[in-house]
């Protein structure tokens, strides 16, 4: 059975198996620092394809708890939300809920999916218009997929927008109402 456990930076942490806690301001085990640092490289020599979702995550939680193992939270995070993109895009108060995930592990995940939205926007704001069908579907599955909540984005005809198109896009797919004649 996990027992939980606090550092002094009020990240809690589950301790299960062979894990022991490192006390605050001791270095991590070599165990754990060589385990990032091949982590790292591997990143940095085929970038995020070489990597599982999990390993990704353990990249960014390393950040956020920089003496610990992170492999079953990140294995946690992926087991409660379903994917990499799903755990980065979820609500605050839903990471909360997970067992071992604290302040510093939701402003990490935070920042890397305010990051993904500003390179998704700048790709097509950059842009006179979104050039092709591609670059809109890249851009809402971006900025709209793994919201809780619907969101409707429409053409103005008030400031002489012409509407193209309706699209629902999901988790996995997208919908095109002009597609599927319903526009």
Not at 29 to 39: K, Q, T
Not at 60 to 86: M, Q, S, Y
Not at 89 to 103: D, M, N, T, Y
Request: with cysteine; net charge neutral; proline share 5%.
């Amino acid at each position: 059975m996990a027992q939980r456990s606090h550092f002094a930076d009020g990240q809690a942490s589950l301790f299960g198996g062979d894990e022991t806690p490192v006390p605050p301001g001791a270095p991590a085990p070599s165990y754990l620092r060589d385990h990032r640092a091949r982590l790292r490289q591997r990143f940095r020599e085929g970038g995020a394809d070489a990597l599982p979702d999990y390993e990704m995550l353990e990249l960014l939680l390393f950040r956020a708890i920089p003496r610990r193992d992170v492999k079953p939270l990140a294995r946690l995070l992926l087991d409660t939300f379903g994917d990499f993109n799903a755990v980065v895009s979820a609500p605050e108060r839903r990471l909360a809920a997970v067992a071992g995930v604290g302040e510093s592990v939701i402003t990490e995940l935070k920042l890397v999916e305010a990051a993904a939205h500003r390179l998704a926007r700048s790709r097509v704001l950059q842009r006179p218009v979104v050039s092709s069908w591609d670059a809109l579907l890249s851009y809402c599955q971006t900025t709209m997929a793994h919201r809780e909540t619907e969101q409707f984005r429409i053409a103005a005809e008030a400031l002489g927008i012409t509407l193209h198109d309706h699209l629902v896009i999901g988790r996995s797919r997208e919908l095109s109402f002009r597609a599927e004649g319903l526009l």
